[in-house]
């Protein structure tokens, strides 16, 4: 029987590999990746964690764990532009629906219950500060030259 050899692809032969190299490049130069990736990575674990920093988790544990999930789901959107910015570009504009609906859920969840000054400042000022956050990685991205879309 003939000996198959199998050698790993090499990637300095790829016919592409200028391009990914140039796109790449000004993905993550083109962004301040770490500085806003990693606000919003911290924004989502502070939101994740504020009903039980400000005490509203047992005045209000519809809000709290509403909190929780968008918290976590900032985080994990924060800690994939950190590490990965060359595939969650694109994502970076979902940081602000998340701020608004942080800035509005103390209303919408809390239906029953009547919202307190701590769940309306909490949220507020951490919803705004997602948004800010949001529309600066948009910003980047677009200065970059790339669609937000194919």
């Known amino acids: 029987m003939a000996e198959i050899k199998s050698h790993p692809p090499d990637i300095d032969t790829h016919p592409d590999l200028a391009e ?58 924060g800690l994939g532009l950190a590490l990965a910015p060359e595939r969650m570009y694109r994502l970076s504009w979902t940081c602000i629906p998340i701020g608004v609906f942080a800035i509005i859920a103390p209303w919408v969840v809390t239906v029953g219950n009547h919202a307190t000054k701590t769940m309306i400042w909490n949220n507020a000022v951490t919803g705004g500060l997602t948004c800010l956050l949001g529309l600066a990685a948009v910003g980047m991205v677009m200065a970059t030259g790339r669609p937000t879309r194919h």
Request: proline residues 3%.
């Open 20 to 77: 990914m190299r140039e796109r790449y490049e000004k993905v993550v130069s083109g962004r301040n990746a770490v500085a806003v990736d990693g606000l919003v990575l911290l924004a989502g674990l502070y939101l994740a964690i504020s009903p039980w920093v400000t005490h509203f988790n047992t005045v209000s544990p519809s809000l709290a764990a509403t909190n929780l999930v968008m918290g976590l789901t900032l985080a994990a959107l």
